[in-house]
């Protein structure tokens, strides 16, 4: 899957200040992606504030980024939930086109046990037509899927990656000591990205990225290309910010960024609210650091 390696930017899905979607903002976005060196899009993700919207809008979403994307860029469709048998149904009837792969958040609230989890992610395999992205965001979900687990579900022959934002760096160096060749682990924390990569890892599903794509892409591609000096370098110019996008809820950190910068209003939908304002402060000032 080298569709996968580098940087996937998790989009946000802007609003207008009566929580309908802006997808004019959507457009200014991915062209803004496209041209700093992004080098694919996760569509419908928790960044994407997929729990608040309706089938119709994820539907028109989607729409509207393949239309503008044209194909430019591979596409990957965030389709998880806590109810298994649901989340197969909805792969069964999956429209696949324009689509590279799908990430699967690892099931929430129910808090399942391991053994539940592998189940879980094997009947998800089984059933997609496209490759899956494992999904681990512990914070979010109230359970971690440990290295063991994962590494158990890489064995499947359509699990192809692991989106691991456990925030445990011991954890994900295990996965990358143990994992087949060709399996990909892919940052899900921004500020982890650097070590992830300097350990072996294949990239990053990023947030940042939506503000400083030629710097955090660039420094994944120099990460990648063995270039440590210059991809610690651009590291430490967005370490700060990367940090700061999430000290008062996701999306709503990057959307004041982005707002600055005048690509997109600060609206999310409740139960998110807009940031504070001593964040909301500091988070306009890191704006003009950005590309």
């Not at 960024?257 to 999310?268: D, S, W």
């Amino acid at each position: 899957m080298k569709e996968l390696i580098g940087t996937g930017t998790a989009l946000i899905t802007p609003f207008n200040n009566d929580h309908s979607i802006d997808f004019d903002a959507l457009s200014r976005i991915i062209e803004q992606q496209i041209a700093g060196g992004t080098n694919y899009f996760v569509m419908l993700g928790t960044t994407g504030e997929s729990a608040t919207l309706s089938n119709e809008e994820k539907s028109a979403v989607v729409s509207h980024i393949k239309k503008v994307n044209a194909g430019r860029l591979p596409l990957v469709l965030g389709v998880g939930g806590n109810n298994t048998s649901d989340v197969v149904e909805q792969l069964k009837s999956l429209n696949t086109d324009g689509l590279t792969a799908i990430l699967s958040v690892s099931p929430y609230y129910n808090k399942p046990n391991q053994q539940g989890i592998i189940y879980h992610y094997n009947e998800v395999a089984n059933a997609s037509p496209l490759p899956v992205i494992l999904y681990n965001v512990p914070g979010r979900t109230g359970s971690n899927m440990t290295a063991s687990t994962q590494l158990e579900l890489a064995k499947h022959p359509n699990i192809v990656a692991t989106k691991e934002a456990s925030g445990n760096m011991e954890q994900a160096m295990s996965i990358l000591k143990d994992k087949p060749a060709d399996f990909l682990v892919i940052s899900g924390d921004d500020a982890l990205t650097f070590p992830i990569l300097a350990c072996g890892g294949s990239g990053v599903i990023s947030v940042i990225n939506h503000i400083f794509p030629r710097t955090f892409s660039g420094m994944v591609k120099s990460a990648l290309q063995g270039d440590i000096i210059a991809a610690r370098a651009a590291h430490e110019r967005v370490l700060e910010s990367s940090i700061a996008i999430f000290a008062d809820g996701s999306p709503g950190g990057i959307k004041t960024m982005l707002h600055e910068k005048q690509l997109c209003g600060t609206a999310v939908r409740p139960p998110l609210w807009q940031v504070n304002a001593q964040v909301d402060e500091n988070l306009r000032k890191l704006a003009h650091t950005a590309d």
